[in-house]
């Protein structure tokens, strides 16, 4: 049985691979940039979740935590009067929001506020105050510690007074750190931190306040370990005590990391890996097309073989050789560069994470990083390898004559192994998306099959969008008029000729350039079309923590406010929890995903008189003492109709109703989502605010803010531009982070262009000579070849910025229901970026070519 | 008494080859039947265009003919699959062509050994491709690689590979086409010294008439068709 030996072929895998150095350097580096985002974005994510683990104690400032959106009832408050006599020490912090304002800034400047008992806060880590300070001797009741945007916002220094509330706080230090600031509810904006006693002062916190509380817990040391052991099963029995003591709450403890970020990190952790995974795809793809090049340059060679007796399954296995080791090094190469990106990542998230890992490298990380890199590139060059068979050994002797057509099912019967080469390419793919998502295998497989059916549809059309450019360019180029200059004739023609893969350079450009603008075309588009204009007839201006005392005068306030366009909508609330429906406890309901919000304390809210907005569905208005009204949905959820007893607690209080009757509320209006309308009197000496919107010309919000809170220094005006600012500063530090990441599929598509320079660089060094000899200058030569480079880089360019405005009109208009502004800018950036980029990349591949003397490489013939 | 004629080793039965190119069809070979018995020394002659490349292909099993039969050796090759094919040319022809076609990343004593190697021989195979080396003069080269030998030393190193796997026929396509006088001479001394030694049935196709004068049997190919076949009459 005649064999080409692995050792014979490894030695002319080898030999060969020197020859073609520097094309396969290139493959190296693009390989290596894939590789490197993944292992640096889930080195950091997996040493970032050790320091979750390590700290949970510092990041809770406790031992355990419970957290919830009520104050502890009485019971609940017995219940921790109980743990006090077991040594557990306990201390408590609120966290809300209100309006603040100084003397030089009347305008109210909505502020996060966070009140601690300075004496026992924190139980692990410590705040750092500038000046530096004790805690308790800042916070008094009457001083205040800010953040230092706070300041900048509010045009004061440390010192000056601060009105928060109503009540004037001095402004004593600012906060640099605080140990638990990702735990808690609201970390985004200016924020205050004061005593509680500051806070009492304020009125803030009443009764059926919704504010977020947070008790923490230290638990007392083992007597006999070491001075912070603590017994772990005592642990659990606490934490089971608190959970059934606080069901709504969320308990955590310091043997886990804090549940909310751990899943912040495991989303970002996913979605960045498959970004990552773009990138490398691009680098794969460039490792394909090296292999195809270099694989036509060694026809002969294969020719020579095949004449002597080996088989194609033979010869492939040089070529398979090739490919695993640009796949092994570039995946080595990659985890150095993932070593760097990983230190960097710190400085990316700085802003809103203040502590960072320390620096150390995880070995599952990149031995799966290494692993996916040398996967991704064998599966992607199974098509050029399975072309080997094609080789047949006569170009030896002849290779002119075109072959006898075969008819298409006879060509297509011959494609089936590259086609399957091809769907094992897509399941792979997927395979490998799969297994970067984190979840369940269920989630983690359908993930993977979206994320390579929209890879495969964005290389398809790109392919499709690539092939058109040429072919058009092509013909515009057979109709050009001789006096067009030669150069530009002579440089775009260049883009097509044999050898050269202008089509797949393309389409491995294309990739990152329309990832990342379409990142940063949806990022811009979003933030715009919400600021520009809210829907129409929705209010522009959220007012919260309206007393039932403040309500008549408020409503008066606003509509004798200029610029208030609509009457003002106002809504009764107050927090209560359904118990039994029918009898039945919720728990055996079997309610699914969104349907078990009734697990927790749900908003109703009362109407005496039905208001024109609110539209019967089915049965008949409240009338009797014991009626209650159910909206659509929620009947639905709780398979409700007329006649459903309900049962509700509401702060320690039994309130049974009847369903009377299901109803529905315009989507538009204030408290559309409210599920229950009762009587008022149902409601009596429940906790009952208010909560409203109302449409105000724009040039008028601080004159609204300015003198709601005049007379009204507790109710939160809030301009939905400020939350909206909020909420761009954070989606602008993910879109950094997303486009750092994504920039790699660009780095990866630069490097394949310059790869697929390098490999036609015999082709221009002949060329270069047979110019010369025939009169062509170097500057002449140069043009022409830099018209090659920057054409190249515009259309794809054109091509990824093209494909980005297509995919963020889709995005925007299906997910978010918004029109897409004409926006050619960063279209245009895109080609001119991409051109002014594939030439200088192109020139360095192609370095030393003008230099070659004529003669020399003629004679070499 | 008439002698056994001796036994057949390339048998050519209503060979015919087209080529379809798109726009029209081009017929190379027109149905040519030749047998040629072992141990014969065949020139193939004929015009740029005659067809005789095209033959050498489908005699050397490199090639699929449109109609007709080719037997080699004993095997029938007309209809085989390309890794079958592969078998038979590893076994069975030893090849010299006229551009050498070494392979440019294995030294000379590499590209010798490799038709030994993909025959699956065993070591003992290194001491007969040391020996050709020998034998054609490059003894002290063997370790160079193509690029650092001149076109005759690389034609010598494609003769001693030819004959590495004592295969019953040779195969040449203008052996001498690419060196001048000097080192074309050389070659054909040592191409028909070795030839005789290693009792092969030689196949060579060739323009010259000089270099075909020292064969056993000239065949003349004019557009696709065997327009003489001449015997060489015995001295």
């Known amino acids: ?861 | 008494m008439k002698g056994v004629p001796p036994p057949s080793i390339v048998e050519v039965r209503a060979l015919k080859r087209r080529i379809d190119t798109g726009s029209h069809t081009v017929e190379i070979l027109k149905g040519l039947d030749f047998t040629v018995p072992t141990g014969q020394f065949v020139a193939i002659m004929g015009a740029s265009g005659s067809g005789k490349s095209t033959l050498l292909g489908l005699l050397a099993g490199l090639d699929t003919a449109s109609e007709g039969a080719i037997v080699l050796d004993g095997v029938d090759i007309t209809n085989l699959a390309e890794d079958a094919l592969a078998q038979v040319r590893g076994r069975k022809i030893g090849f010299v062509f006229q551009s050498y076609q070494l392979i440019p990343t294995l030294t000379a004593e590499e590209n010798v050994l490799l038709p030994h190697e993909l025959a699956g021989g065993d070591a003992q195979g290194v001491t007969r491709a040391r020996e050709l080396l020998e034998r054609v003069g490059l003894g002290a080269r063997m370790d160079h690689y193509p690029v650092q030998l001149s076109g005759g030393e690389q034609q010598r190193v494609a003769l001693a590979r030819a004959f590495m796997t004592r295969p019953p026929i040779l195969m040449a396509d203008e052996p001498t086409g690419n060196l001048d006088t000097v080192n074309g001479r050389q070659i054909l001394d040592l191409l028909l010294e070795m030839n005789q030694r290693e009792h092969t049935t030689l196949v060579l196709v060739t323009h010259d008439h000089e270099l075909a004068a020292y064969a056993d049997r000239i065949i003349t190919l004019r557009d696709g068709l065997i327009v003489s076949d001449v015997m060489k009459v015995a001295a």
Not at chain 1, 13 to 38: D, H, N, P, Q, T
Not at chain 1, 83 to 99: A, D, H, Y
Not at chain 1, 251 to 261: A, G, K, Q, S, Y
Request: glycine share 8%.
């Open chain 1, 1 to 861: 049985m005649p064999r080409l030996s692995w050792k014979t072929a490894a030695k002319i895998a080898w030999r060969e691979g020197r020859a073609s150095s520097v094309k396969f350097f290139f493959v190296i580096l693009a390989v290596a940039a894939g590789v490197g985002a993944l292992t640096g974005v889930r080195g950091f994510a997996a040493s970032f979740k050790q320091l979750l683990l390590k700290e949970a104690r510092t990041l809770m400032a406790a031992d355990v935590s419970v957290r919830q959106f009520l104050l502890p009832n009485a019971e609940q408050q017995a219940k921790l009067a109980e743990f006090e006599k077991q040594g557990i020490l306990r201390t408590w912090i609120t966290e809300t929001v209100t309006m603040a304002a100084t003397e030089r800034m009347p305008d109210p400047l909505l502020v996060s506020v966070k009140a601690v008992d300075p004496s026992e806060y924190p139980f692990y880590g410590e705040v750092v105050l500038k000046p530096a300070g004790l805690l308790a001797a800042v916070l008094t009741a009457d001083q205040v510690a800010v953040s230092e945007d706070l300041l900048l916002r509010l045009q004061m220094k440390l010192g000056d007074t601060i009105k928060v509330g109503g009540i004037d706080f001095r402004a004593a230090a600012i906060v640099e750190k605080e140990p638990d600031r990702m735990a808690g509810s609201l970390n985004v904006g200016p924020r205050l931190m004061m005593s509680r006693a500051g806070l009492e002062r304020t009125n803030l916190l009443r009764f059926g306040s919704r504010a977020a509380q947070r008790l923490l817990f230290k638990l007392p040391p083992e007597v006999k370990g070491p001075p912070d052991a603590v017994n772990a099963a005592k642990v659990e029995k606490i934490r089971l005590e608190l959970k059934s003591t606080f069901p709504e709450a969320m308990v955590i403890d310091f043997r886990e990391t804090h549940p909310l970020i751990t899943r912040g990190l495991t989303r970002s952790t996913t979605f960045l890996s498959l970004v990552s995974l773009i990138a490398l795809i691009v680098g794969a793809i460039g490792v394909a097309m090296a292999i195809h090049s270099h694989v036509q340059q060694r026809l002969d060679s294969i020719a020579i073989m095949k004449c002597l007796g080996a088989n194609s399954t033979q010869v492939m296995r040089i070529y398979l050789l090739q490919t695993l080791a640009l796949g092994l090094l570039g995946g080595l190469l990659g985890v150095l560069f993932g070593a760097l990106i990983q230190a960097a990542f710190p400085l990316l998230i700085a802003r809103y994470f203040q502590i960072a890992p320390d620096f150390r490298i995880d070995p599952s990380s990149v031995a799966q990083g290494i692993l996916i890199g040398l996967l991704a590139t064998v599966l992607f060059t199974a098509v050029p390898l399975l072309a080997v068979r094609h080789i047949r050994p006569i170009l030896i002797l002849r290779r002119d004559m075109s072959e006898t057509r075969l008819p298409w099912r006879e060509r297509l019967r011959r494609q089936w192994p590259a086609l399957l080469a091809g769907v094992l390419i897509l399941l792979g793919m997927a395979g490998i998306a799969g297994w970067l998502a984190e979840g369940n295998w269920r989630d983690s497989a359908r993930l993977g099959l979206f994320f390579v059916g929209g890879l495969a549809f964005s290389l398809l059309l790109l392919s499709g969008a690539a092939w058109l450019l040429l072919w058009l360019l092509r013909r515009f180029q057979q109709h050009v008029p001789f006096w067009f200059p030669s150069a530009l004739r002579h440089g775009i023609a260049n883009l097509y000729r044999p050898g050269n893969q202008a089509g797949a350079v393309l389409v491995a450009l294309g990739v990152g350039v329309m990832f990342t603008l379409t990142v940063y075309l949806v990022q811009q588009q979003m933030i715009g079309q919400l600021a520009a204009s809210a829907p129409p007839g929705m209010p522009n201006v959220f007012l919260i923590d309206i007393q039932d005392s403040q309500k008549d005068a408020l409503v008066k306030l606003l509509k004798a406010q200029q610029g208030v366009t609509r009457e003002p909508e106002i809504v009764p609330a107050v927090a209560i929890r359904l118990k039994t429906v029918n009898g039945k406890a919720l728990d055996q309901l079997e309610l699914k995903g969104f349907e078990r919000r009734f697990l927790q304390t749900r908003t109703v809210t009362w109407y005496d008189t039905k208001p024109d907005f609110v539209e019967m569905v089915s049965g008949n208005w409240l009338a009797g003492p014991n009626d209650v009204l159910i909206n659509e949905d929620a009947a639905k959820a709780l398979k409700a109709k007329r006649g459903t007893a309900l049962q509700f607690d509401a702060y320690g209080r039994t309130i049974n109703v009847q369903v009377v009757g299901t109803f529905k509320i315009e989507q538009v209006r204030m408290g559309s989502g409210v599920e229950f309308i009762f009587r008022k009197d149902q409601l009596a000496g429940l906790p009952l605010n208010y909560f409203g919107g109302v449409r105000v010309k724009t040039s008028q919000v601080a004159a609204l803010q300015r003198a709601s809170y005049r007379q009204f220094p507790t109710i939160s005006v809030i301009n939905v531009a400020d939350v909206l600012d909020i909420i761009q500063e954070v989606v602008d530090q993910i879109a950094v982070v997303v486009r750092f990441i994504s920039g790699f599929a660009i780095v990866a598509g630069i490097i394949i262009l310059a790869s697929s320079i390098a490999g036609t660089r015999f082709r221009r060094i002949r060329e270069v000579a047979i110019l010369k000899t025939l009169g062509g200058t170097r500057r002449r030569i140069a043009a022409i070849f830099s018209v090659e480079f920057l054409v190249l880089g515009a259309l794809a360019g054109l091509l990824g910025g093209g494909l980005a405005t297509g995919f963020s009109y889709l995005l925007m208009s299906r997910f978010f229901e918004a029109e897409l502004g004409a926006s050619l800018l960063p279209v245009i950036v895109a080609i001119v970026g991409s051109a002014l980029i594939a030439n200088v990349a192109g020139w360095l591949a192609s370095s030393r070519i003008l230099a070659q003397r004529p003669l020399r490489i003629l004679r070499d013939e």
